[in-house]
């Protein structure tokens, strides 16, 4: 019996990570050359200019002999496609990544923002966490398919794409509507996830499978207008800052998914003693009420994955101090679940604020689709729960994102999309994150993300012989 299962494990095919090894360590200097190489080209949206970082990819590709198509609605914002064929035996995997990144205040930063200043074991630059590592590690991935003449089940696809941030008309949009074969696959891998360090190892490797949807709107409030030094009661701007005190503190519904169940679950299973019990007991119905009251105090990430979220963040009134203006404005960012019917939602707003001279305006923004999670009984997420395992030691955790990435329009047509990232501190702190001043990731983190998502790709789309 013995010899029999022996020779058994010597027939199995070799796992692909072993038939297609990579130097990881000979690979790094290439890896931060690209990835320096992106930061400090200006890709500030607005205006985007996406075109310069696509034409900087489509060189480092086509060098190397893998076709490369610049797809654009607005000549200076294209979308680069690219792809690595396969045997069309399974269906592709899509890896994403967007090129353009928030603005900037310079005086605000340190180092130049578009300098990719390495220091500390840090690479600073707009766009290193958000989200030209992901771009970076879509190109090597394709690069290293490439020159190891990977043999492949399926076709492996890299979009880098524009607009991601508020411009999605020239980017996800524009390829879904017009471009859909050019990236249509069964999975995709882009940004929206984390590896959380607590201490020297990582605790956890989060992946997002779902997230809330931007519904934002705006309050408007009306009234006569007149001499500051004569009150009346139908001041606008009394209304509009009573209405905006009304929806700040409106705690909305708490309710659970099948993802933010999952995800609770998991969590209680590694976590320290006190905070297990936690979030086991936002799981039942007789505790889930004092513990909802405690996220919004202590844990604001978890608190806003239990419902749909109401923030205040703009307010417009008045043009002189001593005149009553007759119309006052505030935009509230609302964060729906993907399942909510905002129809309903806005009709109890209204009851909330309940003052017959505020209007509720839907803003016009990039809209993003409602859409089911990706699931996770796929091969995609197994082979993600297995290199998680291999590279950091560390159990996986599907997620709820609280903001919002093109995934969700490739959700919407059926896409499994799953949300990487890099490894870091845990915590909600800004220092270093995305849209922050410095924003910088870690050398490490960036060279364990490419080696992360190689490990899935390879698992997946490798052919076994």
Request: glycine letters at 8%; one cysteine or more.
């Amino acid at each position: 019996m013995r010899r029999w299962i022996a020779f058994t494990l010597l027939c199995l095919p070799a796992a692909a990570q072993q038939r297609y090894p990579v130097d990881w360590a000979k690979l790094e200097p290439e890896i931060l050359t690209h990835f320096s190489s992106l930061l400090k080209i200006d890709t500030s949206n607005p205006p985007g200019n996406e075109t310069r970082a696509a034409e900087a990819i489509q060189k480092v590709l086509e060098a190397e002999g893998i076709p490369v198509k610049l797809l654009s609605l607005d000549p200076s914002r294209a979308n680069l496609v690219a792809r690595i064929k396969g045997n069309g035996s399974k269906r592709p995997i899509l890896l994403m990544g967007h090129t353009d990144v928030v603005g900037v205040q310079r005086e605000r930063w340190s180092v130049d923002p578009f300098g990719a200043v390495r220091k500390n074991a840090l690479i600073y630059g707009r766009g290193a966490n958000d989200d030209k590592s992901h771009v970076v590690a879509g190109m090597m991935i394709l690069l290293l398919l490439n020159r190891m003449h990977v043999k492949l089940d399926r076709d492996v696809i890299f979009l880098a794409e524009a607009g991601e941030e508020g411009t999605t008309s020239v980017g996800i949009d524009y390829m879904v509507k017009q471009h859909w074969p050019e990236i249509d696959a069964e999975y995709a891998l882009a940004e929206g996830g984390s590896v959380v360090e607590g201490g020297a190892k990582a605790r956890d490797v989060l992946i997002s499978v779902t997230e809330k949807v931007p519904r934002g709107v705006r309050l408007v409030a009306r009234g006569p207008s007149g001499h500051a030094s004569r009150p009346i009661t139908q001041n606008a701007v009394t209304h509009l800052a009573a209405a905006v005190a009304k929806a700040g503190a409106w705690q909305t519904p708490m309710r659970l998914s099948p993802a933010t169940r999952t995800y609770f679950e998991r969590l209680a299973g590694i976590s320290p003693p006190a905070e297990a019990v936690r979030y086991r007991a936002i799981l039942r119905p007789a505790r889930a009420a004092a513990i909802d009251r405690y996220f919004r105090d202590h844990e604001p990430g978890h608190y806003s994955i239990l419902r749909t979220s109401v923030v205040p963040t703009i307010l417009k009134a008045g043009f002189r101090n001593n005149v009553i203006p007759s119309e006052g404005e505030a935009y509230l960012d609302i964060r729906a679940l993907p399942d909510e019917d905002m129809t309903q939602f806005l009709d109890e707003l209204r009851r909330v604020i309940d003052d017959p001279t505020i209007d509720i305006v839907p803003a016009q923004s990039s809209e993003r689709p409602a859409a089911p999670p990706s699931r996770l009984d796929t091969e995609m997420f197994r082979a993600l729960e297995k290199a998680g395992r291999r590279l950091y030691d560390a159990p996986t955790i599907p997620s709820m994102l609280t903001g919002a990435t093109d995934g969700a329009q490739l959700r919407a047509k059926g896409v499994q999309a799953y949300g990487t990232g890099p490894i870091g501190p845990a915590g909600d702190g800004p220092l270093g994150g995305a849209h922050a001043d410095d924003e910088s990731i870690s050398v490490r983190g960036l060279d364990k993300l490419v080696e992360y998502l190689w490990d899935a790709v390879i698992e997946v789309a490798a052919a076994e012989r």
